[in-house]
């Protein structure tokens, strides 16, 4: 799917947290939505902050579908150094459980000498302001920059010991799925001029036909499901979405479709399982290798065009 992806703040944010990394960073948390634990990871974060303790926090999970969460949370908590909570970002005592699984991964540190020094990263929309304002409540104090450290970046200190470092949500160059695409523009990541509306409708319906039929049926009153389109256009009728002469704006039910969904007006719907993210991202990565053999193969043999080019007016000029 063709996306307009603004990266944004990428660089400056980038360099923030290559800048956090030297000065000193014990835990990354990042923040994901809990309805696509997979296509809300950032890569450019895991490779920037490859081989440090890791806190996913699967945020949103009142939206998401529990069974698939917990899937999500053994998925991740089977990595190295890593941990995974679920969250509702505007709940307090679950928030105060990640200050908690912070220290556990870096059990050296977080008193006054040692303090713990926590980066938190997310996309844009994931919850990070809603997750620091509960966390925050009244005791914690926000200071300005440390010397050496771009301007990007806010450092907060929660409690004593305890200082979680702030950056922008940062993007990342080229979304490499197509169904991370469509997951991160339904959920609402991504700006809504930057994609087709009625696009990703069609393929919000299809997961939703495959795993969570019922939802679409009581929602919309949809007695059958034929296919995606056909689903789109009954949802137009039921919510009006009629011009004169009867026919359905697409658009308008997309929107109303899309709407509900990132409400939660459908149920606890997640969109993408542990097992379909992997074979995504190896069909992705052998795609992403034929591409680089075929440029390989097309530069080798436009070299071999050109030396026979230059061997045959070589010959000619003798
Ligand atoms: P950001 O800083 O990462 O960009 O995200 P922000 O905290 O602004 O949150 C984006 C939206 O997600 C907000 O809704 C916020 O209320 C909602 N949100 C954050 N965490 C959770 C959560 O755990 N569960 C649910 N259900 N929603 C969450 P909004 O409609 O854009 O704003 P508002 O009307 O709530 O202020």
């Known amino acids: 799917m063709p996306i307009n992806w603004f990266p944004g703040h990428m660089n400056s944010t980038r360099q923030a947290i ?7 960073l014990d835990v990354i948390i990042e923040l994901l939505d809990a309805r696509l634990p997979g296509s809300s990871s950032n890569p450019l974060l895991a490779a920037l902050t490859a081989g440090r303790p890791s806190l996913k ?10 069974a698939v969460t917990a899937a999500w949370l053994d998925f991740y908590n089977a990595q190295p150094h890593t941990r995974a909570i679920p969250l509702d970002a505007g709940d307090k005592s679950p928030a105060r459980a990640l200050i908690k699984a912070c220290r556990e991964l870096a059990p050296g540190r977080g008193d006054m000498h040692k303090p713990l020094r926590v980066l938190i990263c997310g996309i844009p929309n994931v919850g990070k302001s809603t997750l620091i304002n509960t966390l925050v409540g009244k005791r914690a104090t926000k200071t300005g920059d440390e010397p050496g450290i771009t301007k990007v970046e806010q450092k907060i200190v929660l409690e004593n010991g305890f200082y979680l470092f702030d950056t922008p949500g940062m993007l990342w160059p080229k979304i490499g799925i197509e169904q991370s695409g ?3 523009a339904a959920s609402g990541a991504i700006g809504r001029n930057a994609f087709d509306e009625a696009e990703v409708a069609l393929e919000l319906i299809a997961v939703l036909q495959n795993r969570y039929p019922e939802a679409l049926r009581q929602r919309y009153g949809l007695t059958e499901l034929a296919d995606e389109e056909a689903v789109l256009e009954a949802i137009g009728v039921k919510r009006g979405a ?11 039910a997309a929107e109303a479709l899309l709407m509900d969904y990132r409400q939660g007006l459908l149920g606890r719907i997640t969109l993408e399982t542990p097992d379909e993210m992997s074979a995504w991202r190896q069909a992705a990565a052998e795609e992403e290798a034929r591409k680089a053999a075929a440029r390989e193969a097309e530069k080798a043999a436009d070299k071999a065009r050109r030396s026979g080019r ?3 007016s070589s010959g000619d000029a003798t």
């Open 57 to 66: 926090v699967l945020n949103k999970q009142d939206l998401a579908d529990p």
């Open 18 to 24: 290559k800048d956090r990394m030297q000065a000193g």
């Open 242 to 252: 009629k011009i004169r002469g009867g026919a359905v704006q697409l658009h308008k």
């Open 310 to 312: 230059r061997a045959a």
């Open 182 to 184: 469509y997951h991160l």
